[in-house]
């Protein structure tokens, strides 16, 4: 079984801070899957990661994947409210997710 | 609205009864899978069906619960003699194919889900 493990599982932090989310596994996967979930709503994909070492920015979003393919990072820079929800990795197929980062940001 | 539509949004069901929760794919997708989500948690892999087919149900409880996707109509995921532990979040996701033999990077396109609570 492939497990994904994300830290750290709640982070609350004032609007204009930076802050970064890991996702690490013990395996390889093809590529891995950030997505956004907002209450009452199903997960938004934010980005697909494939190649190791990638790099992909989504305006202050920017997420890395390791280059062993194991782990991947999404950081945010000056955070805003519109950026508080469930933010969830995923490895690709069938989709193993990992437990989630809360992410709370205050005005 | 062309995306992953899940029916009903709600659904509340005595302890004993059944539950059907219905997933209609995007426009092109012939791919669905099902997912349960706890409060606060990640979602766990249940069931991933192709049409006419069940592709992998590892995640799925042997009892009780089973799923389809018809030639036509939506997916059903259906829970039998449901119990207070099935009260969750049901997720629902389509794709547009996934190559056989080995996992696809193809990126799933998720309903806003079906919240059963058990009575």
């Known amino acids: 079984t492939q497990l994904l493990e994300q830290s750290p599982q709640f982070l609350s932090i004032q609007e204009g801070e930076n802050l970064t989310v890991y996702c690490n596994s013990s395996s390889v996967f093809s590529s891995l899957q950030w997505y956004r979930q907002e209450p009452g709503e199903g997960p938004v994909l934010l980005v697909t990661?494939?190649?190791?070492?990638e790099v992909k920015k989504l305006k202050r979003l920017t997420f890395q994947f390791g280059d062993a393919r194991k782990d991947s990072s999404l950081h945010i820079t000056a955070a805003q409210p519109g950026d508080t929800g469930l933010y969830l990795c995923?490895?690709?197929?069938?989709?193993?997710f990992g437990q989630g980062t809360i992410l709370t940001v205050h005005p | 609205n062309a995306g992953v539509m899940q029916n009903p949004r709600h659904l509340v069901r005595r302890r004993g009864q059944e539950a059907r929760l219905r997933c209609s794919p995007m426009?092109?997708?012939?791919?669905v899978y099902w997912y349960r989500q706890l409060p606060e948690e990640g979602l766990k892999f249940m069931v991933y069906?192709?049409?006419?087919?069940?592709?992998?149900e590892s995640g799925m409880p042997k009892e009780r619960f089973s799923a389809e996707f018809p030639k036509e109509g939506p997916s059903i995921l259906r829970i039998q003699q449901v119990v207070r532990g099935d009260s969750a979040a049901y997720f629902c996701a389509s794709s547009p194919f996934q190559t056989e033999g080995r996992l696809s990077n193809q990126p799933q396109h998720f309903g806003d889900g079906t919240r059963l609570s058990i009575l």
């Open positions: 995923a490895g690709a197929g069938k989709l193993t």
């Open positions: 990661v494939v190649t190791g070492g």
């Open positions: 069906l192709q049409k006419e087919n069940i592709i992998d």
């Open positions: 426009k092109g997708h012939s791919h």
